[in-house]
């Protein structure tokens, strides 16, 4: 048995008889139309995305074998919230709100190459890179949302595996995300007050050493003059001394 293995990059669900995909495949004697309507049904949840795809033929049989990748998981969440860039701040920028029914769609799309024993791994995994790229998961972050998932709160959804969600939800979503974004702003706003009241803080402490040990510097300078009138008494004690040897002479 001999096999070839093509690699292709096609449109998820969109695949078409093209040149790029017959020059590989043709002289393989294969059926192109057969094998582009299953890569459409393989790749339809990857719709607008591009797709990696194997193609592995027996050259001797023409049967064939797909292998569908997927692009990384980051590259699902933008495209799910419908951004080109995630946060290049995380911790500080919220760029989306995810419901668990569309985490549960991100890691059905992953789960072949997603190393778990179970399904819900999968969902925390797909959690975390949400929290990564600056997107909340049912208005939460993900240690919290993970504690919920851990509790059995959206064991329903996860079990079976529901992915479909009502305008009424992603009207709660936006919500969720804009009380989020401004209680932030309201921390970051805190803090960055609080660092400019610590520098002004350390500022002043750092003027007020600098003035003590000027201080200290003109009063070192100061002990070192003799006082006012010491040298005239010095020398008059020294001329009162020589007085008394002449006399003994």
């Known amino acids: 048995m001999s096999k070839e293995t093509v690699d292709i990059m096609v449109d998820g669900g969109q695949a078409k008889a093209g040149a790029s995909l017959a020059q590989p495949l043709a002289p393989l004697g ?21 797709v990696p795809v194997k193609v592995i033929v027996d050259t001797e049989s023409k049967d064939f ?3 569908i990748g997927t692009p990384p998981v980051s590259e699902l969440i933008k495209k799910e919230i419908k951004v080109d860039k995630g946060s ?9 709100n995810l419901s668990m029914e569309q985490v549960v769609k991100l890691a059905q799309m992953k789960q072949d190459s997603l190393l778990f024993n179970n399904f819900k791994s999968a969902i925390k995994s797909v959690i975390g890179s949400c929290n990564s790229s600056g997107v909340l998961v049912e208005g939460k972050i993900a240690k919290r ?3 919920e998932v851990d509790e059995g709160k959206f064991d329903d959804i996860i079990n079976n595996q529901k992915t479909e969600i009502s ?3 992603i009207e709660e979503l936006k919500e969720q995300l804009q009380k989020f974004q401004d209680k932030l702003k309201k921390v970051l706003a805190k803090e960055e007050a609080e660092k400019k009241a610590e520098e002004e803080k ?4 750092g003027e007020v050493a600098e003035e003590a040990k000027e201080e200290v510097k003109e009063g070192t300078k100061e002990g070192e003059k003799p006082a006012e009138g010491e040298k005239k008494a010095e020398v008059k004690e020294e001329k009162s001394a020589t007085g008394k040897k002449g006399e003994k002479k």
């Open 88 to 96: 290049g701040t995380p911790d500080k920028n919220k760029i989306g």
């Open 202 to 205: 350390g500022k002043k402490a």
């Open 167 to 169: 305008q009424e939800k």
């Open 65 to 67: 074998e797909l292998e």
């Open 30 to 50: 294969v059926n192109l139309q057969n094998i582009i309507n299953k890569i459409n049904e393989k790749t339809s949840s990857f719709n607008g995305m591009k």
């Open 145 to 147: 949302i993970n504690k």
